[in-house]
């Protein structure tokens, strides 16, 4: 009796058991669970990937895999075909933000510390093969078409301006592949091809951080892996141009509003800053123009930027500014001065102006902006274009005693008129 009711349920369970295989979406769910070769894509997928590793070999990047997903961390690999490497990946999302900070995250495990985050893009498999796994590229349409940035390499046809072609899929693919950026910086007058030359700083947003300033037509390599933020802040510098900032992703996308702006030079990023000259209204500081320490003298080093003030100047007869002196903090001290007569403006003589009784904070800073005055004169800028006047201690940006009172000591550029 025993026997045949354990017969009877052995019966009624392989018939549950046969019912249920026979239901597709049973089968479906089984074999993408489980499969481990069906869960894993042949070809990756469009998308924004965390990726800790690329491979030539296959075999390498399924090892690999298999060694981090050991310690806990889920982990894939797939080709993609425009690089021909096999990429590990611990983490996908469409929107990139999440994707660099799982990024961030992930850094913070020294064994991941070059981990980066890579962007697929989207391709057509129209010439797949077995043999060859070639996919082809498809081209998305310019939002640019009309867009037509000017840029010192411009070709010039029948007096229009042709702007280079934006990166490619392909070049986009191999800049964020690189655990290094190489890039150079390349700066004009906005709507015309004249080059200006620059200073550009280069800013981590996340860290508000300078992390490294360098001179147009001058290369950099910046490591990825010490960056925090997913785009850098370029803030170039040159006197008589406007402060504008410009966006450098550390992973690009072709599609990016700003891909007009770069170009690849071998294994450099090429990246083109427009600038605007100065208008009504605005005022900047003479960074890079000096003075010797209680003088009304300038350093030899000054004379760059003056000159670009004077083309500020030639470029628009119709400018006239106003150049304001500062100093850090009050009272008087000796002093050595420029002497107009013998347009001593890079020669300190110490000798025959040194002045016994000195002069206060504001004559000096008058009479620094007056030095600059009489170079701008003798460069052929008529007087009555430049006026000057002199502030003293009393619109300083820093305490005088704190680490960046040397900031305090300047001169500022108003523009009047235009």
Request: glycine fraction near 6%; hydrophobic fraction near 35%; proline fraction near 4%.
């Amino acid at each position: 009796m025993k026997v045949s009711k354990l017969t009877g349920w052995f019966w009624i369970t392989l018939s549950v058991i046969f019912i249920i295989s026979s239901i597709p979406s049973f089968s479906k769910i089984a074999e993408e669970k489980f499969s481990n070769e069906e869960s894993t894509p042949e070809y990756i997928l469009p998308g924004t990937y965390l990726v800790v590793g690329a491979f030539a070999i296959e075999e390498n990047a399924q090892k690999y895999t298999e060694y981090i997903t050991k310690q806990g961390i889920t982990s894939q690999y797939a080709f993609y075909p425009v690089t021909g490497y096999y990429y590990v990946y611990t983490y996908t999302d469409p929107i990139k933000e999440a994707v660099v900070n799982a990024c961030v995250k992930l850094r913070e495990n020294t064994e991941f510390a070059d981990a980066w985050v890579f962007v697929a893009q989207r391709l057509e498999a129209d010439q797949k093969s077995e043999e060859n796994k070639m996919v082809a590229i498809v081209e998305p349409e310019s939002n640019h078409s009309e867009l037509r940035q000017i840029k010192p390499n411009a070709l010039i046809e029948n007096n229009a301006l042709v702007a280079p072609e934006k990166l490619t899929r392909v070049e986009v693919a191999d800049l964020n592949e690189q655990p290094v950026l190489f890039v150079r910086f390349s700066a004009h007058l906005n709507n015309t091809d004249k080059p200006v030359k620059a200073t550009v700083k280069i800013v981590d947003g996340t860290r508000s951080k300078n992390i490294a300033q360098v001179e147009t037509q001058e290369s950099i390599g910046l490591d990825k892996s010490t960056i925090m933020d997913s785009v850098l802040q370029i803030i170039p510098y040159a006197i008589g141009f406007r402060k504008e900032q410009f966006d450098l992703p550390i992973y690009f996308d072709e599609e990016s509003d700003d891909s007009y702006l770069f170009t690849r030079e071998g294994d450099t990023l090429a990246m083109e800053l427009p600038l605007h000259r100065l208008k009504k209204g605005d005022i900047q500081v003479m960074y890079n123009t000096y003075f010797h320490s209680n003088s009304s003298v300038m350093r030899k080093r000054s004379r760059y930027e003056l000159d670009q003030l004077v083309d500020m100047l030639n470029e628009n007869p119709l400018m006239r500014i106003k150049l304001h002196g500062h100093t850090n903090g009050g009272g008087r001290g000796y002093t050595y001065l420029f002497k107009p007569e013998e347009k001593n403006f890079f020669d300190l003589r110490q000798g025959k102006e040194y002045k016994k009784n000195g002069v206060g904070s504001v004559k000096l800073s008058a009479l620094r902006a007056e030095t600059i005055k009489s170079y701008l004169e003798t460069k052929g800028i008529a007087s009555d274009r430049v006026e000057t006047q002199g502030w003293g201690g009393k619109r300083m940006l820093y305490s005088p005693d704190s680490q960046l009172a040397k900031n305090n000591i300047r001169v500022e550029i108003e523009v009047l008129s235009e």
